[in-house]
């Protein structure tokens, strides 16, 4: 019997904590979406550069609330990672805020993470 109390209470415990991650979304509208192409140098012979690699980075501004927040997403695929064929400008998103990281939910299941790199009031 305590078993079968200590897995109810599990599972009571498991479901209260997926509704309270659930409900930390926000709505809000993914206001603008930039790519940002740098090339960093890995290699020079004097003071030439001879070889570098490329860093694609998509600049996003979120509104959320009261709030707009400018943030940098960076494919983990290097240099044409693809980005999520829903970010569009001016199109609602769902998001949640943890520390300096804004995270984007997807219509098809996951989240995406963001970094922060400023915040605006309104």
Excluded at 38 to 56: C, K, L, N, S
Excluded at 91 to 103: T, Y
Aim: net charge neutral; glycine share 2%.
């Amino acid at each position: 019997m305590p078993s079968r109390r200590s897995a109810l209470l599990l599972m009571i415990l498991l479901l209260t904590a997926f509704t309270f991650a659930q409900s930390s979304y926000q709505s809000g509208t993914l206001v603008n979406i930039e790519k940002h192409t740098e090339y960093i140098p890995q290699a020079w012979h004097w003071d030439t550069v001879v070889a570098f690699r490329t860093e694609v980075k998509y600049k996003l501004k979120v509104r959320l609330a009261n709030d707009t927040y400018l943030t940098e997403y960076i494919p983990d695929i290097q240099p044409d990672g693809p980005i999520p064929s829903e970010w569009k400008n001016d199109k609602p998103v769902e998001a949640r805020i943890a520390d300096h990281v804004l995270f984007i939910k997807l219509s098809y299941g996951p989240e995406i993470e963001t970094h922060i790199v400023k915040r605006l009031k309104s």
